[in-house]
């Protein structure tokens, strides 16, 4: 079992910035990628960005690219989500989350292990 705790959401004017963090516990040897999602009011979980453990490689939503930037220290068991030139169409509950598996990791349904949620505000 993999234990994620997020931390870092909160409300900034657009234009601003905050960080992210995940910090992982349990069984995190198993661990192949790891990824933060987002879910607004009224819309689908959304895919934001991933990295997998192993490389340091990454990926990004076009919405976010050149904005986001997601790293990991291995030391600390920890995955950062940087999120510069914050938009208010970045508001939403934040999610990190874990997979064991190497396929389909685009897909939320992939990812074994959820963190609680942290929210983004974004105002005009």
């Known amino acids: 079992q993999v234990q994620l705790v997020e931390s870092g959401g909160g409300s900034v004017q657009a234009g601003g910035s905050l960080r992210l963090s995940c910090a992982a516990s349990g069984s995190t040897y198993s661990i192949r990628s790891m990824g933060w999602f987002r879910q607004a009011p009224g819309k689908e979980r959304e895919g934001v960005a991933r990295?997998?453990?192993?490389?340091?490689?990454?990926y990004y939503t076009d919405s976010v690219k050149g904005r986001f930037t997601i790293s990991q220290n291995n030391a600390k068991n920890t995955m950062y989500l940087q999120m510069n030139s914050l938009k208010p169409e970045d508001t939403a509950s934040y999610y990190c989350?874990?997979?064991?598996?190497?396929?389909?990791?685009?897909?939320?349904?992939?990812?074994?292990?959820w963190g609680q949620g942290t929210q983004v505000t974004v105002s005009s």
């Open positions: 989350a874990a997979t064991t598996s190497s396929w389909s990791l685009d897909l939320a349904e992939t990812y074994n292990y």
């Open positions: 990295i997998y453990t192993r490389t340091s490689s990454t």
